[in-house]
């Protein structure tokens, strides 16, 4: 009698969801698969043996990924983290100031609807300021994760033009800049950079 005989590696999924596939160009459905090696009989999978690895695989062009891949945020998640995170720097610069300042109340407002934060008003301004100021973190840290160098930079001023439409910076707006530019991984030089010219500017005008 012929025994036929051999390994092979079988693998089930772990999970499954959405991800940002490199090779797609876009997010797509993903499968979340660990492999383990069996002893095979008759080509039947019959003693499991020790374990392969994990993957993570693209169900629409069935490239194989790295699990780290999973920690990549998807387009959605980019698009979302835009307004979440402008909306999170314009409350702390407010409240570092006068949260009740007309001119300043408005910038903050153009600001977060160019950010794409639809029919972004004072009601949602106010709502963002009642929130505790810890909340804040988590959006500005995803938004400089997010952005280049000279796009935090721009930002950065942004949020110094709105302190500055009550008057000149005082101690805790440029404090509240100093420390909104650290959460968006700005260096200290490129921050006192941005924060200066854009004082300079202003006294200018």
């Known amino acids: 009698m012929l025994i036929i005989w051999g390994l092979r590696v079988v693998y089930h999924t772990i ?5 940002y596939c490199r090779k797609c160009g876009g997010d797509r459905n993903y499968r979340h698969r660990a492999g383990r090696r069996f002893f095979t009989l008759f080509f039947i999978p019959v003693i499991p043996l020790n374990k392969t690895g994990e993957h993570v695989q693209c169900l629409t062009c069935k490239t194989g990924y ?16 835009l ?13 570092a100031g006068d949260p009740g300042c007309v ?7 153009e600001m977060a609807a ?10 949602a301004l106010d709502a963002d300021l009642a929130q505790p100021p810890a909340t ?21 001023a942004e949020l110094v033009r709105i302190a500055l439409a009550d008057g000149p910076l005082t101690g805790a707006e440029r404090a509240a800049a100093e420390a909104i530019a650290v959460e968006l991984s700005m260096t200290q030089a490129q ?15």
């Open 15 to 19: 999970a499954q969801g959405v991800f």
């Open 66 to 81: 790295v699990t780290d891949v999973l920690r990549l945020p998807t387009t959605a998640q980019m698009q979302a983290a």
């Open 83 to 95: 307004p979440a995170g402008v909306r999170a720097v314009i409350s702390v610069m407010l409240r």
């Open 103 to 109: 001119p300043a109340r408005r910038r903050a407002i």
């Open 114 to 123: 160019g950010a794409g934060a639809q029919g972004y008003g004072d009601a």
């Open 136 to 156: 804040a973190r988590a959006p500005i840290a995803t938004l400089g994760g997010q952005l280049k160098p000279e796009a935090r930079e721009w930002y950065l």
């Open 191 to 205: 921050a006192y950079g941005a924060i200066m010219m854009t004082e300079q500017a202003a006294n200018q005008d």
